[in-house]
């Protein structure tokens, strides 16, 4: 059967059930046999009628000895069948499903699935699954059976019953697209069994067996996307070439009023030992909170200006180009270098003037958002891009920058930790740098939970803090459906504030504030003159304002772990302590137990692999962000051990010399 074959042409499909296939994202045949269950029961145990235990779901067989319908009212019908086999006997009941008589007729032999109740001094089983025995295969019960995600209309019987039609009819002539010496080579079973054994294996031994060789081609199919960028690469010679450090990097370095962090030398050697070489740097720096990621950046970036070149510094929010800016031009201004910052938020006579100055060379850096990738925007000589929060930009946003000059370096750059397995998942093809170490005198934020009855604790501390002369943030909830309803609600917070807080200053930015109205509102929060600062995620990453102390995150529960790391880490750079108060809105015990869990960590790695086995792979970084496939069997965390071995078939198929995961260890 071909695996490009439509659905609505199987047997006992058609248009309608073909409908509620493609809700699923099934539309053909291979993605059907693709879509693998959620889950399996293992009904292969047969008790005794005379062994079934109440309370407890069990398969059992019996020959039906009775059977009868019921009809106490209208609008209810009432089907009973019962079973003996010697040892005892239990009624079958199913309510409005008349039809199922028709099965359960005396003198059949049944195989059911059900827990047994005792009512009406009896054993009952209300609404079993069952097969009827004669002579066809088993699929609702006395096997491992699949359990699916369906959608209203479909059930877990048809869909088995699908997908059993099509192994049996075409499962055989499936094509493996792995060649028989690597499947030997990894220990992998056919795709054909593989198919088979992810929705109706033998046993828990089989249905591991399956999952490792689907898990191997998404690991393998994602690896191979990786090489194939590394092989495009290799040989390839950037356009413009830069000399060993000069006077103004060593003199930036110099004015700093800090030394850099061991993580920090060692990153900007790594990342100048790559501007040296021939062949574009691709690397990728990481670094927790706070950690000094920009100090490197600026270091890196000066390099391209003395030898005669531009830098640009791309980052996702306008916010966060407005801090970076800020921050950039008190290190390179001083020395003579000119940065301008491109938003698309600024008036279009400034936006102009800027790319007039980067197309005539005038402007050595810019720091700007999408804007940069604009048709209009023309760089004179760019040598060194660098990406901030890459994973927040789509695939072709972020090829587009580089393209804006002549095969220039490429730095990435991110301030959320990626659990290792991760790194070789998404990054398989850049070389890795890590700031594993904060500044001295940087201490952790600490983190409290508070249950919703707690909500005026949270706001009398705040308020015992902006007293003792400190800055607070207060986050809104955190609302998918759009950036106008989060900045509604964001509005309604700072006016429910600033009745309570009318003497300190209570000021409100998100999304979609004019450019010039956030740059006024952020100005008067860093010089106090607003004390209170209400926002939305806007100020995840890029907020440096020392003077802030303690951040409220309302509706905790809305955010994931490693998003709430970004924010708590807002505060606490100065020389006060920070504090961060994680509010419950709508909480389950799972929600309170993961914010429980945050606030006794304070490493972020450690947050980042808690929140990618809390919210899996996809959801945590999603891999179309990366321009990669969806992992759907494979998990990064549980397969790490497979995935090096994707990684390496994937280089010898690219004709590539395996390289070893050289991954940064922290420490």
């Known amino acids: 059967m071909e695996l490009e074959r439509e659905v609505r042409y199987l047997r006992g ?14 539309r053909t045949v291979g993605d059907l046999l693709r879509y693998c269950p959620r889950r399996h029961e293992d009904r292969r145990s047969i008790a005794p009628l005379g062994q079934l235990a109440v309370g407890q779901a069990t398969t059992f067989r019996g ?19 019962v079973l003996e086999d010697g040892t005892g006997r239990v009624r079958l009941v199913w309510f409005n499903q008349p039809w199922r008589l028709r099965d359960a007729a005396p003198g059949r032999e049944l195989v059911a699935f059900g827990t047994a109740q005792w009512r009406y001094r009896e054993l009952q089983v209300q609404n079993p699954e069952y097969e009827v025995l004669e002579g066809g295969d088993l699929l609702q019960v006395g096997r491992m059976v699949p359990v699916y995600r369906l959608t209203e209309g479909l059930n877990q019987r048809g869909m088995r019953r699908l997908v059993w039609q099509v192994l049996e009819d075409g499962g055989a002539v499936v094509e493996d697209p792995l060649p028989e010496e690597l499947r030997s080579r ?20 089989d249905l591991e067996a399956a999952r490792r060789r689907l898990a191997f081609d998404e690991l393998f199919g994602m690896q191979k996307a990786l090489a194939a960028g590394r092989r495009e690469r290799a040989g390839v010679v950037k356009g413009l070439r830069y000399g060993p450090p000069g006077a103004l ?10 030394a850099l962090t061991a993580g920090q030398r060692r990153s900007l050697e790594e990342i100048w030992a790559d501007l040296e070489r021939p062949e574009p740097m691709y690397r990728l720096l990481q670094g927790d909170v706070g950690s000094g990621k920009t100090v490197v950046a600026a270091a890196a970036l000066l390099r391209a200006v003395e030898a005669g070149h531009q830098g640009a510094l791309m980052v996702p929010t306008e916010l966060l180009a407005e801090q970076h800016a800020a921050n950039l031009r008190r290190l390179v201004e001083p020395l003579g270098v000119r940065l301008d910052l491109l938003t698309g938020g600024q008036p279009k006579r400034e936006r102009e003037a800027v790319q007039e100055r980067l197309a005539a060379g005038e ?13 209009g925007v023309r760089f004179a000589r760019l040598a060194l891009a660098v990406i901030d929060e890459q994973h927040r930009f789509g695939v072709r946003q972020r090829e587009l920058l580089p393209e804006k000059g002549e095969r220039p370096d490429l730095l990435v750059m991110t301030a959320t930790p990626i659990p290792r397995t991760l790194i070789l998942t998404l990054y398989g093809d850049m070389a890795v740098s890590l700031i594993d170490s904060l500044p001295p005198g940087r201490r952790p934020v600490k983190t409290f939970f508070l249950e919703r009855n707690r909500r005026e604790e949270a706001y009398g501390f705040l308020e015992r803090q902006v007293g ?19 900045a509604r609600a964001a509005a309604q917070l700072a006016d429910q504030l600033r009745r309570r807080f009318a003497g300190d200053g209570v000021g409100l930015v998100h999304g979609r504030m004019p450019f010039r109205e956030r740059e006024a509102v952020m100005e008067e929060f860093r010089t106090g003159r607003q004390r209170i600062l209400v926002a939305t995620t806007v100020i995840e990453v ?12 309302e509706g905790a529960e809305r955010f994931g772990l490693a998003q709430l790391h970004q924010l708590r880490g807002r505060v606490g750079r100065g020389d006060a302590p920070g504090y961060c108060l994680l509010l419950e809105g709508k909480g389950t015990p799972e929600a309170r137990e993961r914010l429980s869990t945050l606030a006794g960590l304070t490493d972020g790695f450690a947050v980042a692999e808690a929140d990618l086995k809390a919210r899996g792979p996809g959801e945590f970084f999603g891999t179309r962000q990366h321009g990669l496939p969806d992992l759907v069997v494979a998990d990064p965390l549980r397969d790490a051990d497979l995935l090096l071995e994707a990684r390496e078939e994937a280089q010898l198929a690219e004709g590539l010399e395996p390289a070893a995961a050289a991954l940064p260890r922290r420490g």
């Open 468 to 486: 003792a002369g400190h800055l607070a943030y207060v986050v809104c909830p955190l609302i998918e459906e759009s950036e106008a309803m989060a």
């Open 363 to 375: 402007a050595g850096v810019v720091v700007g958002t999408h804007a940069l990738v604009q048709e």
């Open 249 to 258: 990097t060593r003199a930036m370095l110099e004015r700093l009023p800090f």
């Open 542 to 553: 890029g907020m440096d304002v020392p003077e802030a102390t303690v951040m409220v995150v």
């Open 63 to 81: 020959r039906v000895v009775d059977q009868r319908e019921l009809r106490p009212r209208a609008g209810l019908v009432i089907s009973q069948a």
């Open 13 to 26: 499909v058609g248009p309608g059930r073909a409908a509620l296939l493609a809700r699923l994202g099934i």
């Open 186 to 205: 990894r220990s992998l079973v056919s795709l054909q069994r593989a198919l088979r054994g992810i929705h109706f294996p033998a046993d828990f031994l």
